[in-house]
């Protein structure tokens, strides 16, 4: 047995002995949550690269311009990720019931919807990106680099609508390999484009978003191979589940099972991407420099919470396949020690950060002062990253169980009844001041998690779970 094989092997039996998840259930969790990590990281580098590159290029405005952008960008996409969160909890639990004709359905309905929500979104980005940027933020200078990020980007956003279904769509059915390595590619292809484009080609702001538009339309090419049943190489990365045009293109059954299941996430992730909009305005009444770091700390954060993309949809995918089994205990099991197992990877990962923050700060920005406000971002935002990762778990937990209600509400009480009036404090108590933006980082997770964490053991979800789940005979 080798070294590396030894050390895995012991590092199981540990996590069994102190209680934080059976060794039997962690190699099924971590089969399906180092690929969707290694995807998150990859994925959320391209934003990470965006505001490096025009950072150390052009200089704060710059990042504080991306900064807005980002904010559209993530609100349109949020909502994107929770149409795919209804459609992993279905196909998940389809797939683990023995019927894949529904699950593919699924699949086929979740696109078809993708391209309604995407398209007139793309167009409101692309025509309208100065006045929409500008209704955040209010320095010229960053507004201009703002509005012309988000209109060249702006298409690219189309295409990840439909990468969120594919790669949902492999992990409902128990594959993540093959969307971390088409991720994984589309990372290190905007790595490259952006680095030619705001380097090579001095484009700018410009050339970032055409290096993050193209790359995400590289992945559509490579997904659409796969999604529609032929095998990438050595017979491997075929869905079991096909997007055909067989059948019909909208089962009104179907639409209104996505309808109830997607619809809190849909309403939760778009409330979690909107409250950044205030955020954004009232860190800007602090000046260009509080956006900037503020959008380093956040940055950071989303990297961070790749570890989460794993987990969460470790939880989805595990949780929703033994309960379309019909077995209620081993999900309740699996749900527990995914969100233990997280719980520790969190606190260790916080506590890296939070000792490196000042050089982790020095990619973004090279001032003194600037450099030791973002460090300062960088540090509470890995200290939030723990809630954060933690209700990942428990929220990936309930929507395997097609419970999304809670977590919708949960996620507006942290948000908007918890960080919004945290930050907005800030503005009318001097001595609050900028501190009130870290204090609304802490808050927008704990209180999620306490939440969530509250549900999971309440065991409702199990209840909710079996109008969901596959009739025996089926």
Same mark, same amino acid.
Do not use: C
């Given at each position: ?185 589309? /990372?290190?292809?905007? *790595?490259? $484009? =952006? +680095?030619?484009?705001? #380097?090579?080609?001095?484009?700018? %702001?410009?050339?970032? &978003? ?124 699996? /749900?527990?020690?995914? *969100?233990? $197992? =997280? +719980?520790?990877?969190? #606190?260790?990962?916080?506590?890296? %950060?939070?000792?490196? &923050? ?117």
């Amino acid at each position: 047995m080798s070294r590396l094989r030894r050390s895995g092997t012991a590092l199981a039996r540990t996590l069994e002995t102190t209680g934080v998840i059976d060794e039997s259930r962690l190699r099924p969790t971590v089969d399906l949550a180092w690929p969707r990590i290694v995807t998150g990281f990859a994925i959320m580098s391209k934003q990470t690269v965006d505001l490096a590159l025009v950072g150390l290029v052009i200089g704060p405005t710059a990042v504080a311009g991306l900064t807005l952008a980002h904010a559209f960008w993530m609100v349109a996409k949020f909502a994107a990720i929770g149409l795919a969160g209804g459609t992993v909890a279905l196909v998940s639990q389809n797939y683990g019931g023995g019927d894949n004709a529904r699950a593919a359905a699924v699949v086929r309905l979740s696109v078809i919807l993708s391209v309604v929500l995407g398209v007139p979104i793309v167009a409101v980005f692309s025509l309208g990106a100065e006045p929409l940027v500008g209704l955040v933020g209010d320095d010229p200078s960053s507004i201009g680099h703002g509005a012309t990020y988000l209109a060249v980007v702006a298409p690219g956003l189309l295409f990840e609508f439909l990468n969120l279904i594919a790669s949902r769509t492999y992990a409902g059915v128990g594959d993540t390999v093959t969307p971390m390595a088409v991720r994984a590619g589309g /990372g290190l292809a905007n *790595i490259a $484009l =952006s +680095a030619t484009f705001v #380097v090579g080609l001095g484009m700018g %702001v410009a050339g970032a &978003a055409l290096g993050t538009a193209l790359a995400t339309f590289l992945v559509t090419v490579v997904f659409a191979w796969g999604m529609t049943g032929r095998n990438y190489a050595r017979g491997r990365g075929a869905s079991p589940v096909p997007l055909t045009l067989s059948g019909p293109l909208v089962d009104a059954e179907l639409l209104r099972q996505i309808a109830r299941v997607s619809t809190p996430l849909v309403a939760r992730r778009a409330a979690q991407g909107l409250v950044v909009f205030p955020l954004l305005a009232i860190a800007a009444t602090f000046g260009p420099i509080a956006v900037a770091a503020i959008g380093v700390g956040r940055q950071v954060r989303a990297l961070l919470e790749s570890f989460s993309w794993g987990f969460s949809i470790a939880a989805s995918t595990l949780v929703g396949q033994t309960l379309g089994a019909g077995d209620e205990g081993e999900a309740k099991a699996y /749900g527990w020690g995914i *969100i233990r $197992l =997280s +719980a520790v990877i969190y #606190v260790v990962a916080a506590a890296v %950060v939070v000792a490196l &923050a000042d050089p982790i700060a020095g990619v973004f920005v090279n001032e003194p002062e600037h450099r030791a406000l973002s460090a300062q971002f960088v540090r509470i935002a890995a200290i939030s990253v723990i809630a954060l990762g933690i209700d990942g778990s428990i929220t990936g937990a309930l929507r395997g169980a097609g419970d999304t209600n809670v977590p919708f509400i949960a996620a507006l009480a942290g948000l908007y009844l918890a960080a919004l009036p945290l930050a907005w404090l800030g503005t009318v108590v001097p001595a609050l001041g900028i501190s009130g933006l870290l204090l609304a980082l802490l808050a927008e997770t704990a209180v999620p998690m306490v939440v969530n964490l509250w549900r999971f053991r309440s065991d409702r979800w199990q209840e909710i779970s079996r109008s969901y789940r596959p009739t025996p005979s089926d």
